[in-house]
């Protein structure tokens, strides 16, 4: 296996960077302002090579260059692990739109410059490490990041689709919960709330005390990330939203008929009162409105 982790410098990154390692994988490690651990950190945990390669996922021509440097040095990739990730309380434009930049665009620059390859190989993995935050909606001081995992898990799954239309059983890709890590970014964020949201006192003192409930290790997400680069749920999981807080092994034995029944399972959708004319396509009768 040869997968790319963006982010790789981060407790989440790091994890599962070191989770691949003992695998016995050619590990890239992507990052930005931060290097990553020592390449010799990785190669004793059993890493079979190890590159490091300075990329902003946020923008194109470096994700490009990302991608020429893997390809040169290793000919293929087999695995992308979109991890990288910015999260601003309340941020201003030109926050929101870098936070954007990092966790959508970023992700969908790597999966658009890998794909074509995977396609060829008829093979390739994608985990594109989102948040429970992608799922719940009409939250505060929080929009970007938000925003933009809601945005990533739904491109998991069309792109998911359009590996399907093509019958390339062997490409698969997921949207991952990597559950409450107390990450510097989410450190950063909650400790500095009274002074990013001084008109919200109240609101900003409840949130510093949410860094209590991150205390889930990151390496519960980085051996799901190996587990789900093996294939194992390509043919049940492809292509839809996991927590990895929930017992994989468990969810794989029940999912299969369960999301036969229930297609909308691990996937993002909005519920109705009654229904929606042709799935909401095509109404059957065209609708005049009065007076026009």
């Excluded at 709330?193 to 860094?211: C, G, I, M, S, Y």
């Excluded at 999981?237 to 996991?242: S, T």
């Amino acid at each position: 296996m040869w997968p790319i982790d963006t982010g790789s410098a981060g407790a989440i990154g790091k994890a599962v960077a070191e989770c691949f390692a003992t695998a016995g994988v050619k590990l890239v490690l992507v990052y930005n302002r931060t290097q990553p651990a020592a390449k010799e950190h990785f190669a004793g945990l059993g890493a079979a090579d190890v590159l490091a390669v300075q990329c902003n996922v946020a923008e194109l021509p470096s994700c490009q260059d990302l991608v020429r440097q893997v390809t040169e040095a290793f000919g293929t990739v087999d695995i992308l692990v979109n991890n990288a990730g910015a999260n601003g309380l309340e941020p201003p434009p030109e926050s929101f739109i870098y936070d954007l930049a990092v966790n959508l665009h970023g992700p969908y620059y790597l999966m658009r410059l890998l794909m074509p390859a995977m396609r060829t190989q008829r093979s390739g993995c994608v985990l594109n490490i989102t948040s429970r935050a992608g799922v719940l909606s009409g939250v505060p001081f929080s929009t970007s990041y938000h925003a933009s995992k809601a945005a990533l898990i739904n491109l998991t799954g069309c792109v998911q689709s359009e590996a399907d239309v093509d019958g390339l059983d062997d490409v698969h890709l997921y949207a991952l919960h990597p559950g409450g890590v107390r990450s510097e970014m989410t450190l950063n964020k909650y400790k500095n709330a009274l002074e990013t949201l001084p008109d919200h006192p109240d609101r900003a003192a409840k949130l510093v005390q949410r860094v209590d409930n991150y205390n889930d290790s990151p390496y519960l997400n980085g051996m799901v990330c190996v587990a789900l680069a093996t294939g194992l749920a390509r043919h049940v999981l492809r292509g839809r939203y996991f927590d990895v807080g929930q017992d994989l092994e468990d969810v794989l034995a029940l999912a299969g008929d369960a999301i036969k029944a229930d297609p909308e399972l691990y996937t993002l959708h909005t519920r109705y009162l009654g229904s929606v004319p042709d799935g909401g396509a095509v109404l059957d009768e065209p609708f005049n409105f009065p007076g026009f």
